[in-house]
């Protein structure tokens, strides 16, 4: 089933995003209740990227012998390959035991740096770049949230999704959303199932794309991310998905400074919408957009293989 | 052993099947009683009303069905805030508002009360609905009365796809634009659109009418444009009326659609089939 939920405040306006998103989640529990994934746009200091990476699972952090040894290991070896590639780390952060955020500087071939640094053996790159921060994990969004200390992140737009596992497994690696490597701050969230992945994926890896779950809705965020890297604006990229991609979807995704939304031919899964001058939110239930708006708010379904962007 | 009273004694068998359909015929009179013997006794001037904000869906179910055994006949809930399944299953007669949106599922499976919601409602609302009316002032979700099987059901603003999905009765009508697959398996009752219709309208519908008074994008398997008879004209006057709405164009230049019947097999057998009879 999955629930998904997007907002953004128009006109550079900025808001604490982190405790939106999660009460948007929070109010769509029900559609998902095995992990929990938050996109979140800031804004970094010029010249900085921002970097959210895990080193292990949740599970394995429970019942492996050795992790935690493994992971103290593996966190040294990315801060190496790090230096080694001329990255200047000016913050780290631990999020979790296994998760980590840093802020970074580097003047290089940032899709070589990424590929070094997940060469490693259980290092998976959540997201890089000036604006975004993904952030994935099991639990519901207040387990997330409070675990990554979200709560007044500060920001413009976010996307987020609660997931009930139907494809592929129950891990943070599985888990929305996408982030569209190697791309700057790009984002996907999807509710759905996807019939012609293993063709698109298939094709896709051979152009050299990587592919880092089993789970379908990963698709979206690589295509996308192809499109782009070929010259269409967002816009188009999406547009080209709802005849390209079989299956049915309806899914959110996220730029630097634009939120998108599609919807396929079918209109097979839902997706409410409510736009005012100054916000756009939506979500897969109208209750999500209430808990942030407890006052009467008009709302509209958008239709089948309707396409909108709006920008920050 | 005692006698032995058939179904046939009873009366029970005016239905015959006519010609290549399989619809049944029953005469139901007019003196037949069809209220619930377990209904509450309710008085329309008794109203009553109650803040839904901070009660579970339950809860708010619950009270609804509270205040009509206490006799209460008008009953206005307020800020119901887009949760889901409010006012489900009420099968007695009753004037019920609510004061705002409902989420999914909104008043399915009931049968007599009179529901005006001045919000919106999410996908599946008044879901296989027997008798009464609901009047929704603002949008709709998709599957939008599936199902019904009588009673009105009125929505003033846009409506999603797949409304009345496999509608077996009664009327849906929608004061603008309706989504794709709309009366996709209708099986009988009226649908009016008085916006424009999305892709494969009225696709593989079995009888039933739809009209439509705006653009349609494109016609579903077998749904067919006929003539729009005098009749037709005088029950959409009527029923337009009834509810303050106004045909976009005039009704003269509303298209009225419905099954060309080309797929209907029930009578012809299988080639394996014919095989054993011959």
Redesign the interface.
């Known amino acids: 089933m999955c629930g998904i939920a997007g907002l953004i405040w128009k006109g550079g306006v900025t808001s604490d995003i982190g405790s939106e998103m999660t009460q948007m989640l929070q109010a769509l529990k029900h559609r998902g209740p095995d992990s929990t994934g938050f996109a979140l746009y800031g804004k970094a200091e010029e010249g900085v990227l921002v970097l959210r990476f895990k080193v292990a699972e949740q599970e394995e952090m429970k019942t492996g012998f050795d992790i935690h040894r493994l992971v103290i290991e593996r966190k040294a070896a990315v801060d190496t390959r790090l230096e080694e590639m001329g990255a200047d780390v000016t913050a780290r952060e631990d999020a979790t035991e296994y998760a980590f955020r840093y802020h970074f500087k580097f003047g290089g071939d940032l899709k070589r740096l990424i590929d070094f640094i997940e060469d490693l053996d259980g290092v998976e790159i959540l997201s890089v770049g000036t604006a975004l921060e993904l952030i994935k994990d099991l639990g519901d969004a207040t387990v997330v949230a409070n675990q990554y200390g979200l709560n007044g992140f500060v920001g413009t737009h976010a996307i987020g999704h609660t997931r009930m596992a139907t494809e592929s497994d129950v891990d943070i690696r599985s888990a929305h959303p996408y982030w569209a490597y190697p791309f700057n701050d790009v984002s996907v969230v999807h509710n759905g199932q996807l019939t012609n992945y293993w063709t698109m994926r298939r094709d896709l890896e051979r152009r050299g794309h990587r592919f880092m779950s089993n789970c379908d809705s990963e698709l979206i965020a690589v295509y996308i991310a192809d499109r782009i890297d070929r010259g269409d604006e967002l816009e188009g990229a999406m547009r080209r998905t709802i005849d390209v991609i079989d299956g049915v979807f309806t899914y959110l995704v996220a730029t630097g400074n634009q939120l998108g939304m599609a919807k396929d031919?079918?209109?097979a899964k839902?997706m409410?919408l409510y736009e005012s001058d100054e916000f756009v939110g939506l979500a897969s239930?109208?209750?999500a957009?209430?808990s942030i708006f407890?006052r009467?708010i008009?709302?509209?379904?958008p239709?089948?293989g309707e396409v909108k962007v709006w920008a920050a | 052993m005692g006698s032995v009273t058939t179904s046939h004694d009873m009366g029970l068998h005016e239905e015959q099947l006519a010609g290549r359909t399989q619809q049944m015929y029953f005469s139901a009179t007019a003196e037949e009683n069809f209220t619930y013997p377990w209904s509450y006794e309710v008085d329309y001037a008794n109203s009553a009303e109650f803040d839904a904000a901070d009660l579970s869906i339950s809860e708010i179910n619950l009270k609804i069905r509270e205040l009509m055994k206490s006799g209460h006949g008008s009953i206005t809930v307020l800020n119901p805030r887009a949760k889901h399944s409010l006012g489900v299953g009420i099968l007695n007669r009753l004037n019920l508002t609510f004061e705002g949106s409902l989420g999914y599922f909104g008043c399915g499976l009931i049968d007599g009360p009179n529901v005006h919601i001045t919000g919106r409602v999410g996908w599946s609302c008044a879901e296989n609905m027997m008798a009464g009316t609901v009047v929704i002032e603002k949008n709709a979700g998709s599957l939008f009365g599936a199902a019904i099987r009588g009673g009105d059901l009125v929505c003033r603003g846009q409506a999603g796809a797949r409304v009345g999905i496999d509608q077996k009765g009664g009327t849906i009508i929608v004061g603008d634009s309706v989504g794709a697959f709309t009366g996709f398996m209708m099986q009988r009752g009226r649908m009016i659109i008085l916006g424009d219709a999305g892709d494969n309208l009225g696709d593989s519908m079995y009888d039933g009418t739809i009209y439509v008074a705006g653009k349609i994008a494109s016609l579903g398997v077998d749904c067919v444009e006929t003539e729009l008879t005098d009749l037709d004209k005088k029950y959409l006057k009527g029923k337009l009326e009834l509810y303050a709405m106004q045909a976009p164009n005039g009704i003269d230049s509303m298209v009225k659609l419905t099954s060309g019947k080309q797929l209907w097999n029930y009578d012809n057998l299988e080639p394996t089939e014919k095989k054993l009879v011959l």
Not at chain 1, 298 to 301: L, Q
């Open positions: 031919v079918m209109g839902p409410v239930e109208e209750v957009i209430r407890p009467e008009d709302t509209w379904d239709y089948q």
